[in-house]
């Protein structure tokens, strides 16, 4: 079993900047799969961004340039450093872990893109 801790959700103006955190329980984490997805109003789940137990991002094309996903082993947590955040950036973001043939999910965190 993993454990994931979301934290950094906030209210933000048009153009603002947040940074999200999710921390992991567990030994191995070096060895997870970790992503942040999002989920609006009325809206399935989505992809925002992942990253390999290597370090390899991979990120939705509605974030790529604005959104950066990171990783500390030290501190078995995952970052998403979200800048230039627009409206319809408006979610919920749910850290995601991917231990082998397993997954986990966190309790998510709310972002609100406003003025």
């Known amino acids: 079993q993993v454990q994931l801790v979301e934290s950094g959700g906030g209210l933000v103006q048009p153009g603002g900047s947040l940074r999200l955190s999710c921390a992991a329980s567990?030994?191995?984490?070096?060895?997870?799969?970790m992503g942040w997805y999002r989920q609006a109003p009325g809206k399935q789940r989505e992809l925002v961004a992942v990253?390999?137990?290597?370090?390899?991002?991979n990120y939705a094309d509605s974030v790529k340039g604005r959104f950066t996903i990171s990783r500390d082993n030290a501190k078995n947590t995952v970052y998403l450093q979200m800048n230039s955040l627009k409206p319809e950036d408006t979610a919920v973001y749910y850290c995601?872990?991917?231990?082998?043939?397993?997954?986990?999910w966190g309790q998510g965190t709310q972002v609100t893109v406003s003025s």
């Open positions: 990253i390999t137990s290597d370090g390899s991002p």
């Open positions: 567990g030994s191995f984490f070096r060895l997870y799969v």
């Open positions: 995601k872990c991917d231990r082998g043939v397993s997954s986990y």
